[in-house]
């Protein structure tokens, strides 16, 4: 069983970067792409970002597209969330996430993750 465990999040302004941290332990997950979701509070959990096992591939919703980077280092069980250029809309819980199928490469569905944080806060103010 996997666990994962965010960091990172906070409050800042509009324009400023943040950048979050999952911890992952448990079973082995560098053979699994990873992705990072996000809920703003009475919102469905949107997915915003997946990195493949290798780190080689990786997908972003548009909206977060030239501003945020996804990254993995599997020799430390970590991924990582850059997010630079923050606007008021990217406001929410930030979770990190593990595929369940070593079949998908960028996963964005929420169905296709079986393991979840327990979320971080990421407030933006304008």
């Known amino acids: 069983q996997v666990q994962l465990v965010e960091s990172g999040g906070g409050t800042v302004q509009a324009g400023d970067s943040l950048q979050l941290s999952c911890a992952a332990s448990?079973?082995?997950?560098?053979?699994?792409?990873m992705g990072w979701f996000r809920q703003a509070p009475g919102r469905e959990r949107l997915f915003v970002a997946s990195i493949s096992w290798s780190g080689d591939d990786t997908y972003y919703t548009n909206s977060v597209k030239g501003r945020f980077t996804i990254s993995r280092d599997n020799a430390k069980n970590t991924l990582a969330l850059q997010m630079n250029s923050l606007k008021p809309e990217d406001t929410g819980v930030y979770y990190c996430a593990v595929a369940k199928s070593q079949l998908w490469m960028t996963p964005a569905a929420a169905w296709q993750f079986d393991a979840w944080g327990q979320g971080t806060q990421v407030t933006v103010s304008s």
């Open positions: 448990g079973r082995t997950f560098d053979d699994y792409a």
